[in-house]
């Protein structure tokens, strides 16, 4: 089997819907650079594999899914870029979050109903995820979706502890890959974390569940209320946006079913510009892969403020919208490779605030 040299890439769309297969195909080879290869079910798709092998698999996802569970092990193993689909109306926060913990570069929601309408909406920031998952860029090894004991992780360069310090984050369009991979590398008493992921509900629960186990850090689903602190990681839901507030005794977050910004709940830019208006200096922003805009603005409000702002570069984006917009506005002091963000977090955070005390040590 041979992958694609030329400029073509080779996609593989395995979905039961003939709606999505027709559909899909269709906006993808209207952008020129795709030969798409279709098949209903797995069986089908092994067998299109023995004729040529994809540069990347859009897979469908429905319960049991243990085929297509096993298909989606054995491309990521292979360094085959995979994104899941999926409608399941049962198990899915299992499935999605298996899929997840296996490597999924990214989960799309079908609609039940209005597929259709819901893809001629969507072409654009799909046609990018499939086209930009083709490309070669770091990534951490998938973690292992069943639980087992780990290894104490290792010291962190430094025992600094981070009391003040917050890390505001923002992803779209291949974002839960960069997150596995950023978030991973952080020591278990890194900054607290605050995340925005573009994602709809369920799968957004779901997530926050993989990252727990691929992490040294805490992470979870953040909660109206939960105390900001260091080791913590909360994700904002999937369906509500997720700011920081100054309360009297400390940081904590506070959950909001206000209308979307920009089409977006949660939005990176609510949760940016409650950063730099509560923690101001005391803050470090980061903008991932995403399509179109969303958080450059709060970016930007956060670097007025003094905070330190970096955004992930071209090369290691899957989408390079978000973090190009921010760029383009001054929003970002650096722009760095994917890998090289965890250190430069940590650098950032450690000239923010006032150094710890011996009681935080």
């Not at 960069?178 to 779901?206: D, T, W, Y």
Request: glycine share 8%.
């Amino acid at each position: 089997m041979t992958r694609s040299t030329t400029g073509v890439r080779r996609v593989l769309v395995v979905d039961a819907s003939a709606v999505v297969r027709q559909d899909v195909s269709a906006l993808l080879r209207d952008t020129g650079h795709c030969d798409v290869v279709v098949a209903a079910n797995v069986a089908a798709a092994r067998q299109r594999l023995r004729r040529a092998w994809p540069d990347v698999v859009l897979l469908g996802l429905e319960p049991p899914g243990d085929e297509a569970l096993s298909l989606l092990r054995e491309m990521v193993a292979a360094s085959v870029p995979v994104v899941v689909g999926t409608r399941a109306a049962s198990r899915k926060d299992t499935l999605v979050q298996e899929a997840l913990c296996a490597g999924a570069r990214d989960v799309l929601h079908w609609p039940r109903v209005g597929i259709r309408a819901w893809l001629e909406q969507q072409a654009e920031p799909l046609a990018a995820l499939l086209l930009g998952a083709t490309r070669r860029t770091p990534r951490a090894p998938p973690p292992p979706c069943a639980e087992k004991p780990r290894p104490p992780p290792p010291a962190p360069k430094s025992s600094r502890v981070w009391a003040r310090q917050v890390v505001a984050v923002g992803a779209s369009t291949g974002g839960p890959a960069a997150l596995r991979s950023l978030m991973g590398a952080l020591p278990a008493n890194a900054p607290a974390l605050l995340v925005v992921q573009h994602m709809s509900e369920p799968f957004a629960a779901a997530f926050a569940q993989g990252l727990a186990e691929a992490c040294k850090m805490e992470v979870r689903r953040a909660m109206n209320g939960d105390r900001v602190r260091p080791g913590l990681a909360l994700l904002a839901p999937g369906d509500q946006h997720l700011r920081l507030v100054l309360r009297p005794d400390g940081y904590a977050v506070e959950l909001s079913s206000a209308p979307p910004v920009r089409h977006h709940r949660p939005s990176v830019d609510v949760l940016f510009h409650s950063v730099a208006e509560v923690a101001g200096p005391d803050a470090v922003g980061v903008l991932l892969t995403g399509m179109g805009d969303d958080g450059a603005d709060g970016l930007a409000a956060m670097r007025r403020t003094g905070a330190a702002t970096l955004a992930q570069d071209a090369a290691t984006s899957v989408v390079y919208g978000m973090p190009r917009a921010a760029m383009l506005r001054g929003a970002a002091e650096q722009s760095l490779p994917l890998d090289s963000l965890p250190e430069a977090i940590l650098n950032a955070a450690s000239h923010r605030g006032p150094p710890p005390s011996d009681e935080e040590e």
